[in-house]
């Protein structure tokens, strides 16, 4: 890379994101980390607002303390720096299943009203074949069985859909009461930030509302990228700006995965 | 009892046309070299099982030898599509494939059922998800003691299993140790079992967190040095992260991957060393 970084008073719409998404991990005490920007998230939250957060990856390392950004789930420093290296059925059946697990933080192909999450297939219009996306991973049970979930995604009409093609990981169903008539141990979905703002559900009716915008973003701007008629909190705040600390600690991540 | 064998041998006396195998390895020793030696050979309808089938699949798919595809999560991790495995699935190329498709803790399960000889396995997982409507191996069983609706899942038990291991001593006893995934699991599972090592040794020292193998459960041990490759082997080997990337551009494009199998896999450099090793 030969441009020069940008000064610590700019900042790009990814950087806001990733650093709105590290600030949810504040007060958290165990995360299990999706790959991408979950795993930026939650390992900037560890430089930054939440130093002694444990980092669970599915492929069975609970504790890391990677020095670089992971490529993949399985990278060797995640184990090595692990407290412990569990099999992947422990994981999911003692530690997951457990209870143990504060925090699943999860990426998506496609959310809807309800932050109900589809990564299987999606339907790409008349006489065209299904779109086949990777599938399930770790998701169904993470946003089951953690205490609660965060999600992280770019804010476009692709991702952010009226109608999910199909379920794969059920955040909130159709209201408030569906997770607890499943028998879904956890809270579900509680934020989903994106690159232009912050969604929360509505105790009310579950339904994600627009409660913040990042610095510069609009209302209309949000709207614009969702594909449903978003509801707008009455008061909407705004995200605080990233301190030179938080883009600093991100960029210095960034740059250590890429060597 | 495991015999040492070359890798050419093992994988011609074990695997055959049709059968389901299990090549298991969750990101680390992924054991690739095998996967070559199945493609080198042409062992075609097979069904694969895998938790994520990785780049792994994707070129046995890709290959034309995988009629089925039992797994839970099929990306190029931390790059995006296994574009093979998508080709397959949207478009039928090089031939239809059939999908049996599950959650991680899912397919951790029906492995673990696998290995405990029970037709089904318990969890509390799919919960409002679509997927069990679209496999016959989810259903719901109500627990005998609370009334709990809970997920069943069937018991997972491949012909063969394939994993890649560290170790071996010359009695055939297999040691891995790092991330071992959900690999003893599947290898209890299998009928026949085979192993490809990094190295064979005198002794095992055992490992913190070490999955020992003994050699009556298995069938044979290949000596494959770097046969996890892009994949690693924890102690010898790092993940060649620049590979999976490479291998996006490569994948895309029927004619690219074509061209890499023929000169990667099927070439004569390659085949070169799996006959090698029996006496290692």
Known sequence: ?259 | MAEIRSLHDAVADLIHDGDTVAMEGFTHLIPFAAAHEIIRQGITDLTLARMTPDVIYDQLIGAGLVKKLIFSWGGNPGVGSLHRFRDAVENGWPRPLELDEHSHAGMANRYVAGASKLPFAVLRGYRGSDIPGRTDTVSTVTCPFTGEKLAAVAALNPDVTVIHAQQADRAGNVQLWGLTGVQKEAALAASRVLVTVEEIVDTLEPRPGGVVLPTWVLDAVAHVPGGAHPSYATGYSVRDNAFYQAWDPIARDREAFTQWIETHVRGAGSAARTTEGANA
């Open chain 1, 1 to 259: 890379m030969s441009e020069a970084p940008a000064p610590e008073t700019e900042f790009t719409r990814d950087e806001l994101m990733e650093v709105n998404a590290a600030r949810a991990l504040a007060g958290a005490k165990t995360c299990f980390v999706g790959i991408g920007l979950p795993s930026t998230a939650a390992n900037l939250a560890r430089n930054t607002v939440n130093p002694g957060l444990v980092l669970i990856y599915e492929s069975g390392t609970i504790g890391s303390k990677p020095t670089a950004l992971p490529l993949s789930i399985g990278d060797g420093e995640l184990a090595e720096t692990a407290d412990a290296v569990v099999p992947v059925p422990e994981m999911f059946n003692y530690w997951l299943q457990g209870g143990r697990i504060d925090v699943g933080f999860l990426g998506a192909a496609q959310v809807d009203r309800y932050a109900n999450i589809n990564t299987t297939v999606v339907n790409r219009g008349e006489g065209k074949p299904e779109g086949r996306l990777p599938g399930a991973g770790g998701a169904p049970e993470i946003a089951s069985n953690c205490g609660r979930v965060l999600m992280v995604l770019r804010h476009s009409t692709r991702n952010f859909v009226r109608a999910l093609d199909f379920v794969t990981t059920l955040g909130h169903g159709a209201g408030p009461k569906d997770r607890a008539a499943l028998g879904m141990p956890g809270a579900g979905p509680t934020a989903v930030i994106t690159d232009l703002g912050v969604l929360r559900p509505d105790p009310a009716t579950a339904e994600l509302v627009l409660t913040e915008l990042h610095p510069g973003v609009t209302v209309e701007q949000v709207r614009a990228a969702t594909g449903w008629e978003l509801r707008v909190a009455d008061q909407v705040g705004t995200t605080a700006p990233p301190t030179a600390e938080e883009l600093a600690a991100l960029r210095a991540l960034k740059a250590a995965g890429k060597r």
